[in-house]
């Protein structure tokens, strides 16, 4: 059992930057591919960035490229999201989540293939 617990969202203006914490508790964390995913004002939760468990691979969202960059310590158990150059589209609350990665899989990009999610942490960005 994986429990997750973010931190660091907040009220950002436009331009604005935030970083995301997201800490796992239980054993064996470089085994999970780590991931990010946000859900807006009524929208459909979608996928921002994943990581792969050496923190050798990543994969992001082309809404966020060159903005956002995920990262992870597996010493410290912890996944981050780096925002910068924040828009109010990126208004929303964002969710870690955790994957047994399966052989084969350095990360993964649907939610259906995450096996534990955290609470979300609430990023709104004004214009």
């Known amino acids: 059992q994986v429990q997750l617990v973010e931190s660091g969202g907040g009220l950002v203006q436009a331009g604005g930057s935030l970083r995301l914490s997201c800490a796992a508790s239980?054993?064996?964390?470089?085994?999970?591919?780590m991931g990010w995913f946000r859900q807006g004002p009524g929208k459909e939760r979608e996928f921002v960035a994943a990581?792969?468990?050496?923190?050798?691979?990543?994969n992001y969202t082309d809404s966020v490229k060159g903005r956002f960059t995920i990262s992870r310590d597996n010493a410290k158990n912890t996944v981050y999201l780096q925002m910068n150059s924040l828009k109010p589209e990126d208004t929303a609350v964002y969710y870690c989540?955790?994957?047994?990665?399966?052989?084969?899989?350095?990360?993964?990009?649907?939610?259906?293939?995450?096996?534990?999610w955290g609470q979300g942490t609430q990023v709104t960005v004004s214009s």
């Open positions: 989540a955790a994957g047994r990665l399966r052989i084969g899989r350095a990360y993964y990009t649907k939610d259906y293939e995450y096996d534990y």
């Open positions: 239980g054993r064996f964390f470089s085994s999970y591919g």
């Open positions: 990581i792969s468990g050496s923190a050798g691979s990543t």
